[in-house]
């Protein structure tokens, strides 16, 4: 499954800045209450969660390998 350019796997960064790597390791659709569904994204070490919205705005950005 990908969404957005971003698929299981993936090794990404949060844009805030703390510098930490995270590999994505689910992603759970979550209906929208007043707009699009979104996508939670769940990493393997779960010390971080990110979304990923309808128009692909999320605060990670992959590292590539």
Do not use: C, N
Not at 23 to 48: M, N, Q, T, W
């Amino acid at each position: 499954m990908e969404i957005h350019g971003f698929k299981i796997g993936d090794k990404v960064r949060l844009k805030d800045g703390d510098g930490r790597t995270h590999i994505i390791k689910e992603f759970v659709k979550v209906p929208g209450l007043h707009g699009p569904d979104f996508y939670r994204v769940i990493f393997e070490d779960d010390s971080a969660r990110d979304h990923i919205f309808a128009d692909g705005w999320t605060q990670m950005r992959k590292i590539e390998q």
